[in-house]
């Protein structure tokens, strides 16, 4: 008796000390969806996934890159959106102190508190975090790579493309000054001149689809409702427990905007004691959870229109590495062809392309996508899930696709790699490979998707849209239908848990 009680004791301690460890060890700079800065997201890693093993004599013969822009500042509207924060919380505080309340549970940065942004006029421009994150990209590759770099520069060798909103085109700058540094003469870096071409905005459909998409955007706006009710609940109940922890009487808004400006302090001023210690380890992970929702069905594989819309992007992909392979067999030197295709531009670019060569995915999940048919939302903490926004597209999040010219007794002459921040990452249509024979990645991976026409997707009667909208809706994607699976699955965790201990209780 004496034996279990103490099994009991150690098993409760254990529990609790696992518990504790795992809030210790809790980092929010990795839970902040898209507002993630690059080097915290480069270091996350969640599976035991074991890159391919390159053959010494397969070379590298050229690079596509598709890059968001880096760290930058909150936008105008955001902007906005703190300032009201600011008053609103005056009042709060104020209401509190007339009703003399007890204060001791009030964090003290609130009395007082402005936003760091205040007086600033306009945003969303590339801030000098970002900066940096792209020049250090721009090194690391060129060093991960040196083959393909060590030409003499030429624009039609190493063809840089922004879109035209700033903090892509200071990113695609950045990123060349890293690339290209010593290579000039210009200055003590003796960095040199390069050119980063932009289309128009109006008709940029290879890095801004989604702009020039009327049908995704009638879609978009037709879904944004309903994105806001699912992520109500989670508002909802983190609402009623800080006006219960602090007494402070917040509304849903409020949450929503200490949760945004939680977000940009730890990502853009590594603060994490202010509004992000608002909330709990588990109260984060649940916010997370309701961004990543808005992300999967807004710009993910929500809907096939959400990433099939950048079929230009993957058609442009593709032609490079074939001309790339016309020119190794016609026998071109290196420096005659082009070696890179560098790319920069948002997370609405990169979700969808990442999306079309099928990462964050498993095996089941890709025959779902290529019937066209919707996935299931991400699961609800504490299950795991593959879907993140802070490692799918944090800022300056990128993919890479390198194509290798391998020994000809290999089964495939020509092999593409893919890297997602860097890093190795598998493609369900390639078995789960990062490394796959060119001809089985156009067949595989590109073709299912090349069968479609940007034109015809984005130019179909808006009625079509609304019956693609229901059949997303109807097909199960209710928080309702997540949180109903996740609270039965805590109940008879529960159930077992409290029927062993009674058991024992009984039984000392």
Not at 400 to 410: D, K
Not at 411 to 438: A, I, R, W
Not at 448 to 470: F, G, I, R, V, W
């Amino acid at each position: 008796m004496n034996f279990q009680k103490l099994t009991l004791l150690l098993l409760i301690f254990f529990i609790e000390k696992i518990n504790s460890n795992a809030e210790e060890n809790f980092d929010v700079r990795q839970h902040l969806s898209t507002v993630t800065r690059y080097h915290v997201a480069k270091e996350i890693s969640e599976d035991s996934f074991v890159p391919s093993n390159i053959n010494d004599q397969c070379t590298p013969i050229h690079l596509n890159l598709v890059a968001r822009h880096g760290t930058r500042a909150p936008t105008k509207k955001k902007l906005k959106e703190l300032e009201a924060l600011s008053t609103r919380l005056q009042f709060i505080l104020q209401s509190v102190e007339e009703q003399k309340k007890s204060l001791n549970d009030i964090p003290a940065w609130l009395w007082g508190w402005k936003s760091p942004w205040k007086g600033k006029h306009k945003g969303g421009e590339l801030i000098s975090e970002g900066e940096a994150e792209l020049y250090q990209l721009g090194i690391r590759i060129r060093e991960k790579f040196p083959e393909l770099f060590k030409e003499e520069y030429h624009p039609d060798v190493y063809p840089i493309k922004a879109t035209q909103v700033s903090r892509a085109s200071a990113s695609a700058v950045a990123f060349g000054m890293g690339l290209f540094s010593g290579r000039g003469n210009l200055g003590s870096g003796r960095h040199r001149a390069f050119a980063v071409t932009s289309e128009s905005r109006a008709s940029d459909t290879m890095l801004r689809f989604h702009d020039c998409c009327q049908n995704y955007k009638t879609f978009r706006k037709s879904r944004e409702p309903f994105v806001d009710k699912l992520k109500e609940p989670v508002l909802d109940e983190i609402t009623q427990v800080l006006v219960k922890r602090l007494g402070l009487n917040f509304t849903r808004q409020d949450i929503s905007s200490l949760w945004f400006l939680c977000k940009q302090e730890a990502s853009l001023l590594n603060t994490t004691d202010q509004a992000c210690a608002l909330f709990s380890p588990s109260e984060v992970s649940l916010l997370e959870w309701a961004d990543d929702l808005e992300l999967f069905i807004l710009k993910g594989y929500g809907n096939s229109l959400n990433y099939r819309m950048g079929v230009p992007l993957l058609e442009d992909v593709i032609q490079s590495m074939e001309e790339a392979i016309k020119a190794r067999e016609e026998g071109l030197v290196p420096g005659s062809y082009e070696m890179a295709r560098l790319r920069f531009a948002h997370a609405e670019t990169l979700l969808p392309f990442s999306c079309l060569i099928g990462l964050f995915l498993d095996g089941s999940e890709l025959e779902l996508i290529l019937r066209e048919q919707p996935l299931q939302l991400p699961p609800k903490p504490p299950q795991k899930r593959i879907w993140r926004g802070s490692t799918v597209a944090p800022f300056a999040g990128n993919n890479m696709l390198v194509l290798y010219t391998c020994p000809a007794n290999n089964s495939s002459k020509y092999f593409v790699q893919v890297l997602h921040n860097e890093h190795p990452t598998p493609m369900p249509g390639c078995e789960n490979s990062d490394f796959c024979p060119f001809e089985v990645f156009k067949e595989r991976v590109a073709a299912p998707h090349l069968k479609h026409d940007y034109k015809a997707l984005c130019s179909m009667e808006s009625e079509q849209t609304e019956q693609t909208a229901s059949r997303f809706l109807l097909a199960g994607y209710s928080l309702s239908n997540v949180t109903s699976y996740t609270t039965v699955v805590g109940a008879i965790c529960s159930f077992l848990l409290a029927y062993l201990f009674v058991s024992l209780y009984i039984k000392f």
